[in-house]
T-cell receptor
Framework: KAGVTQTPRYLIKTRGQQVTLSCSPISGHRSVSWYQQTPGQGLQFLFE???????NKGNFPGRFSGRQFSNSRSEMNVSTLELGDSALYLC???????????????FGPGTRLLVL | AQSVTQLGSHVSVSEGALVLLRCNYS??????LFWYVQYPNQGLQLLLK??????LVKGINGFEAEFKKSETSFHLTKPSAHMSDAAEYFC????????????FGQGTELSVKP
């Protein structure tokens, strides 16, 4: 079974631009979560989608948004990019979203975004 | 609120020596706990997880961790380090009603000397 895939793997943008990152979960997985990883702040939770609905949201400004499609694929968008948005953005998928049994989250390789 | 503290941002061991990576958590409810490993330019790979079934959890690649509620700890160990274990290790916590939201520690970089 194919793992979580993220596209593109690398991206260079300039301040003020917007960017869209894509995540394809493992086949059959319905939950997709996004994380930002930076040297200074570490790994921080952005948001989680399950069955096309945002179930959980981290403490990020409204410039960060996401969505999930009916096939469980997810996109995240960052508008009006700032230098501080440079990071590795990781997507993770799981069968279900939490509940009585914590399902394992499987991570993709990430998209490395550089904002100049 | 939940939080995770990993003691030591960098740990260095000799090949064949014991690996001990420390993780303490804070949670108002019984937590789920995880250890992930990240190799350079890769995503995170799950090593093991604690979901209250057993306090001693065995994972992949010879790693194990013990949940100690009284110490609010979930330290990761491996009896004998291998060169291929060099990577960054993250401890994470999730609450039972937090869905897919993982709270990560700052990470511990493990170096293995020949």
């Amino acid at each position: 079974k194919a793992g979580v895939t993220q596209t593109p793997r690398y991206l260079i943008k300039t301040r003020g631009q917007q960017v869209t990152l894509s995540c394809s979960p493992i086949s059959g997985h319905r939950s997709v979560s996004w994380y930002q990883q930076t040297p200074g702040q570490g790994l921080q939770f952005l948001f989680e989608y399950f069955s096309e609905t945002q179930r959980n949201k981290g403490n990020f400004p409204g410039r960060f948004s996401g969505r999930q499609f009916s096939n469980s694929r997810s996109e995240m968008n960052v508008s009006t990019l700032e230098l501080g948005d440079s990071a590795l953005y990781l997507c993770a998928s799981s069968l279900v979203a939490g509940g009585a049994t914590q399902e394992t989250q499987y991570f993709g390789p990430g998209t490395r975004l550089l904002v100049l | 609120a939940q939080s995770v503290t990993q003691l030591g941002s960098h740990v260095s061991v000799s090949e064949g020596a014991l690996v001990l990576l420390r993780c303490n958590y804070s949670s108002s409810v019984p937590p789920y706990l995880f250890w992930y490993v990240q190799y350079p330019n890769q995503g995170l790979q799950l090593l093991l997880k604690y979901t209250s079934a057993a306090t001693l959890v065995k994972g992949i690649n010879g790693f194990e961790a013990e949940f100690k509620k009284s110490e609010t700890s979930f330290h990761l160990t491996k009896p004998s380090a291998h060169m291929s274990d060099a990577a960054e290790y993250f401890c994470a916590v999730s609450g039972r009603n937090q869905g897919g939201k993982l709270i990560f520690g700052q990470g511990t970089e493990l170096s293995v000397k020949p």
